[in-house]
């Protein structure tokens, strides 16, 4: 015996209380601080008219999204060590010798997960040496509360150059992977 389809008066029931609970839960989410129906006193009215609360408007913080975050929570480069200089061949351009790095700055100021991103001309042991140099690096970083949980993300870029006395050296440069442009979060990746 099923007592659900035997008895169609207990199931039409069961769906027209269902229904009705339905429609008073939509009718309380559409309203939900509808005015109690409570009898008030004239202490109650008196009381009212006296010290009206006022209309307060919630505040509501503008939305920053996590690229506006990371633009604004630059690290500042402490101090350079001396550049590791690249071993170039007298068959290569020097100009063109080139090694990017990109890497994580922990809201302490440490590099993190340094790794190279691109290069030419460099052999592995000038990557490796370029990969230490990064990895020792020491940087300033903002003390806004909303840059402490934050991991910078930065790119470092090796090239050759000559400097005043004529001598080829390895400059190295370091940037942030978001900074602003006027009010525009722009993206550097490289």
Not at 134 to 153: D, G, I, N
Not at 161 to 178: A, L
Request: with cysteine.
């Amino acid at each position: 015996m099923n007592f659900w389809r035997d008895n169609p008066v207990f199931r039409d029931a069961v769906y027209a209380l269902g229904a009705v609970a339905l429609i008073l839960f939509f009718e309380h989410m559409r309203h939900p601080s509808a005015p109690r129906a409570a009898a008030s006193t004239e202490n109650d009215q008196a009381a009212v008219a006296l010290s009206p609360s006022p209309v307060t408007k919630p505040v509501v913080a503008p939305h920053i999204n996590s690229m506006e975050k990371m633009a604004r929570c630059q690290p500042e480069l402490r101090e350079t060590p001396s550049v590791p200089t690249f071993e170039v061949g007298e068959r290569y351009n020097r100009v063109a010798v080139q090694l990017n790095v990109r890497f994580l700055v922990d809201n302490n100021g440490f590099v993190m997960n340094p790794y190279v991103i691109g290069g030419t001309v460099v052999t592995p042991q000038d990557q490796e040496a370029a990969i230490d140099y990064v990895r020792h690096l020491t940087f300033e970083t903002p003390t806004a509360e909303e840059c402490q949980t934050l991991k910078m993300q930065m790119v470092g870029n090796f090239h050759t150059s000559k400097n005043s006395s004529g001598d080829w050296i390895t400059i190295f440069e370091v940037h942030p992977v978001y900074s602003f442009n006027g009010s525009k979060v722009v993206v550097n990746p490289n």
